[in-house]
């Protein structure tokens, strides 16, 4: 079930937030999400429009939006992944906005390829100087509305 994310929550949220981002990034430093944690607790998911996934009683993924608009986060446990629960989250945040655009990073091609059977497009790359990788600037628009 989706629900809005609870400030209670963040302890599990950034705990599951660091074991998918690792598991979906293997081709950046863990070192890198441990530092950028503070960031992500602290600034962006205070910031955003967070809903959360609960199975059971238990946080198994989340999406963030930020600015009411950028996907800034979409994360599911490993454990759960290929059982729909990000697609139902990103169903969830694309109800209740008219247009949503995120950055991937073009190396997680499980990724780029789930946004754009969700309807994404790529609109334009960018290069990451944190992590020196190549991301692409995706974006969706409900033309209905």
């Not at 290929?82 to 499980?110: D, F, M, P, W």
């Amino acid at each position: 079930m989706i629900h809005p994310y609870e400030p209670s929550q963040l302890d599990a949220l950034m705990t599951l937030w660091l074991k998918s981002t690792m598991s979906g990034h293997p081709f950046i430093a863990k070192s890198y999400w441990h530092e950028s944690s503070p960031l992500v607790r602290n600034v962006y998911i205070p910031q955003s429009k967070t809903w959360v996934y609960m199975q059971e009683e238990k946080l198994v993924g989340f999406v963030s939006v930020l600015e009411q608009q950028f996907l800034g986060a979409l994360f599911v446990d490993p454990l759960f992944v290929g059982k729909g629960i990000g697609t139902c989250l990103v169903c969830h945040a694309q109800s209740c906005y008219s247009t949503l655009r995120l950055e991937v990073y073009q190396k997680n091609r499980r990724a780029v390829d789930f946004y754009r059977h969700r309807g994404f497009y790529i609109e334009g790359a960018a290069w990451q100087h944190e992590t020196r990788h190549s991301t692409w600037i995706m974006r969706w628009e409900d033309a209905l509305r």
